[in-house]
Structure formats: structure tokens, C-alpha cells
């Protein structure tokens, strides 16, 4: 089955870090532009960050920028999302997916054309 797993969430106070990770599985990610994305309760699915597989080039949003940071490993056929200065707003389900679009696209069109979607991974940011 070809789609992403994710994994790293869990309950955090404000003002710490998590690290996300978003693993393929039975393809390669180094064709796509992959992007992490979340959706809280009663909110439509945004874009946060992408990364391209060609260059590297990435792109945020400017709810994150400055707060995460997206890294890919392709030799683990894995993407990263480093998350730090979390906020309660950040209390979300994250998910990654993939596209063919370039980064800044990538994140905005990607609820409506990614690919491989996974379950996505619980984030509570609460005191």
C-alpha cells in the first residue's frame, strides 16, 4: 500500500519541541515534493512546510516559520518536521503527503491534490 506513516506526536507543555516523522512506504520519496500539513478540530486542513526532492528548496507558512523546520532523509525515505516554540494553537493532527508541485504550491494546493496520505500523528500542545 502506498502511503506515509507518521509518528512522533504526543502531549507537550508550551514552549517545547517535538519531532515528527513522516516515513514512505512502498515508494520513494525523492521524485516528490513533500509537504506536512494539519488539521484542528472543527478547521480545514492547512499546509505548514514543504520540501522539494530535487533541490531541497523549502518552503513555510507563516503560522511555523521560524518555529519548524522540514528536513527530508532519502535514504530513509523519510521527511522530518522539527517543531519548537510550540504554541496551544499548534494542537492539531499532522499528516504529510506528496505532489509534483513546487514548494510554495505544494503547500497551499496540497489538502486538495496530495498524495499517499497516512494517519497522521496527534500533537497536544496544553499545560
Known amino acids: 500500500q502506498l502511503q506515509f506513516v507518521e509518528s512522533g506526536g504526543g502531549l507537550v507543555q508550551p514552549g517545547g519541541s517535538l519531532r515528527l516523522s513522516c516515513a514512505a512506504s512502498?515508494?520513494?520519496?525523492?521524485?516528490?515534493?513533500i509537504g506536512w500539513f494539519r488539521q484542528a478540530p472543527g478547521k480545514e486542513l492547512e499546509g505548514l512546510s514543504c520540501?522539494?526532492?530535487?533541490?531541497?528548496?523549502?518552503y513555510y507558512t507563516d503560522s511555523v516559520k521560524g518555529r519548524f523546520t522540514i528536513s527530508r532523509d532519502n535514504a530513509k525515505n523519510t521527511v522530518y518536521l522539527q517543531m519548537n516554540s510550540l504554541k496551544p494553537e499548534d494542537t492539531a493532527v499532522y499528516y504529510c503527503?506528496?505532489?509534483?508541485?513546487?514548494?510554495?504550491?505544494?503547500?497551499?494546493?496540497?489538502?486538495?491534490?496530495?498524495?499517499?496520505w497516512g494517519q497522521g500523528t496527534q500533537v497536544t500542545v496544553s499545560s
Open positions: 503527503a506528496a505532489g509534483s508541485l513546487i514548494v510554495q504550491r505544494m503547500c497551499l494546493m496540497g489538502p486538495r491534490i496530495g498524495r499517499f
Open positions: 520540501i522539494s526532492g530535487s533541490d531541497g528548496s523549502n
Open positions: 512502498g515508494f520513494t520519496l525523492d521524485s516528490y515534493t
